[in-house]
């Protein structure tokens, strides 16, 4: 039997298994890269920086103090905070950036109803103030009024709706500067028709010229942890059919990746304006961080990721389509910082 030498056979064998090698790389190394190098290339939102779609219309939520009386405060233990919210001052400081940055729509939280259906109180001295200065400057101011559905708001007892909406009409009386009210029943659930009835009581008891806001909830996706509360198509007309205004929460996604949410809110811009016709409509933005929560990561919900899907959503839309469109709404003022600012200056305002 001749010898072999054994690196030989070590050297044939790379040989041979060499071209088998090169084939499966050239084969897989594409399956692997091209999904990256698209993921990559991918813009689904739209950088805007010529305020193209500021129609100086927008919104922002508000805290409690600037029209809740100190029983508020008391209950929550917050006393020490009371002075920011009260006199012209607090006002002239919660001024300045809404007129910088085009905000008309405010929402004082007014929140939440007793079980009984009874709106928090209101400061008497300080409410009239606040709405004397809001009024002399433009602004139209809408409470933001409801609280936790079987919590503190029970739509399906005809006793709690007739009781709400009383003490919606008493407060709309009380402070006739207000514009109306924003209603805010979290979670809100889809196709509930114990809300929609109490719609048609608020419109029927309301006076004419005052606004029912809606915080409406946006179209089901699957990345929702709650996709039951979230309005199909049919209840979001339902809502809108009702309404004065539609201010939709684009947020709370559970979503980890900014491009995925970008697209997101591409979609649900050209979802609920086509969807909402006529009745108009702000975008409701987050502003918030509500970091280490399962539903919010506020470095992908963001308002420089929400305005970048909201603009690609708004482009893809031509004018009639859009014509319900008035601005966005910022949640929440509250949280609001120097660089917050500067990003909605920056990436939104004409």
Known sequence: MPNIDPTQISSTNWLIKTPLRRRLLFVYLPIVLLPVIGYLLWHPGKRVNDGRFDLKQNGIWIGHGYLGDDAWFEKYNKQDQLKDYRGSDAFFKLLKPLQQYHITDIFPHLCPTTPG????????????????????????????????YQKHCFPAQKSWRDHFVQSIVTRLAEHPQLDGIQLNIEPWPNGNRDLLNLLDELNKAMPENKILSIAAYPPPTRWQPAPEVHWDQTYYQQVASRADQMVVMMYDTSIKYAKPYELLMRQWTREVLTWGAPTPTLLGLPAYDDAGVPWHDPDVENLHHALRGIHAGLADLNDMQRANYRGISVYCHWEMTDEKWKTLEKEFCK
Request: charged content about 10%.
């Open 117 to 148: 259906g009874d709106l928090p109180g209101m400061d008497h001295e300080q409410s009239q103030l606040f709405l004397g200065l809001a009024k002399a400057n433009g602004l139209c101011v809408l409470p933001w009024v409801g609280g936790v």
